[in-house]
């Protein structure tokens, strides 16, 4: 696996997915604690659970959210390690990394073997990805009617030491790209799941996922 590289010569870019497909990028908002202590998962929790408290917009939310994932990413070598080798059968694999009854997130980390695709998908709640290793390719669509009609919008491919946000609306599949697995940590709000759908590009349908 590759070491996360965050060098300040090293040039990383975020980017945010809205329902429209298009990807943007964003600004790399400032990390303002970078002392010599570890960022430790639950001043990390805490510090969520401040923002999720007090913020109600996606977007905002997504602002203010994303310089701690930086911040996790900087400070946190113990981070890169928190995996499993992707399950031979399905390609992938996940580390929850933090799960308390009634508390509105997913953390994990999440393994893909090389070349494996994922589905078609949205998540119906916000979320952030942030690149540990390998390279991941973001295919964006856009849903054109409500029966689950979709077309494809673009591409972002996110190395490491990148991060990509995601609005509720968002639709996207991942694919694991050169020769060894991507790890990833993974961050969603609480999932609406009448919202969340899995898309047949085939047959033009989606479905509960």
Partial sequence: MNSLNLVEDTVIQDWLITGDGSGKTVDILPVTDLSNHTYRLYRFLTDLEEILHNIDDDYSRLEAIRPLVRRLLISSEWLQYEFINPNPETGWSVVTLYDEPNYPLTVQTVAWY?????PIHNHATWGIVALLGGQEKNT????????GLIEKVGEVILNPGEIISFTADAIHHVEALGNEPTISFNLYGETDYEQRFEFDLENQTKNNF
Avoid: A, H, T
């Fill in 114 to 118: 090389p070349g494996k695709v994922s």
């Fill in 140 to 147: 964006l669509w856009k849903q054109v009617d409500n029966n």
